[in-house]
């Protein structure tokens, strides 16, 4: 079972530049989430997805986007990428009132 | 907005020895949930434990058990007879049962260190 996949796991990036993670899940959950986690803190919602083709803010969207073009994936896109987006960032997924359940984090440089 | 507090950073314990975490949370809403995530060095997410409001009986998993007190608004997590595999950064959670998206607030987590 692969559960929540995260693609690429790692990424260097140049100011300016612009890239997209993906995430994918193989356990038809309705909902999918992408948090940032920056060093000693929580986990803080970028962008959320309660089912196909829809997509909502989180707590800190700002220089994000995001699409769920299908069920099973979620992308979460930097335009423009700054120094300030430097994290590690993850993906989750879940039913409706279930746990989420998380992918492995990709880590994210940008210098 | 809700917000989550774990206003411990840090605690050591030694092997086989019991750990309590704390957590407290704001919220002016009756029906929520609230989780523990450990986070371990491999930085997995891992869930730990869950706890529905509207039960007064606190839940257990094997060594991890929680002691939820509503009126107060409090969430503390007890690792008993810890394991070296239990270091880990530990994250209190609060998910709201009507709000749409299930969205999870989390804490800023408390680094746990099991001594040998």
């Known amino acids: 079972n692969a559960g929540v996949t995260q693609t690429p796991k790692f990424r260097v990036l140049k100011t300016g530049q612009s890239m997209t993670l993906l995430c994918a899940q193989d356990?038809?959950?309705?909902?999918m989430y992408w948090y940032r986690q920056d060093p000693g803190m929580g986990l803080r919602l970028i962008h959320y997805s309660v089912g196909e083709g829809t997509t909502a803010k989180g707590e800190v969207p700002d220089g994000y986007n995001v699409s769920r073009l299908k069920k099973q994936n979620f992308l979460l896109g930097l335009e423009s990428a700054a120094p300030s987006q430097t994290s590690v960032y993850f993906c989750a997924s879940s039913r409706p009132y279930q746990p989420q359940h998380f992918g492995d984090g990709t880590r994210l440089s940008i210098l | 907005a809700q917000t989550v507090t774990q206003s411990q950073p840090e605690m050591s314990v030694q092997e086989a020895e019991t750990v309590t975490l704390s957590c407290t949370y704001d919220?002016?809403?009756?029906?929520?949930?609230l989780f523990w995530y450990k986070q371990p060095p491999s930085r997995q997410m891992i869930l730990v434990i869950r706890q529905e409001a509207y039960k007064q009986q606190n839940a257990t998993e094997n060594r991890f058990s929680v002691n939820f007190q509503k009126a107060a608004k409090s969430f503390s997590l007890k690792i008993s007879d810890s394991q070296l595999g239990d270091t880990a950064m530990y994250f209190c959670?609060?998910?709201?049962?009507?709000?749409?998206?299930?969205?999870?607030?989390f804490g800023g987590g408390t680094r746990v260190l099991v001594k040998p």
């Open positions: 356990m038809n959950h309705e909902y």
């Open positions: 959670a609060f998910m709201m049962s009507r709000a749409a998206g299930n969205k999870l607030t």
């Open positions: 919220t002016s809403e009756n029906n929520y949930y």
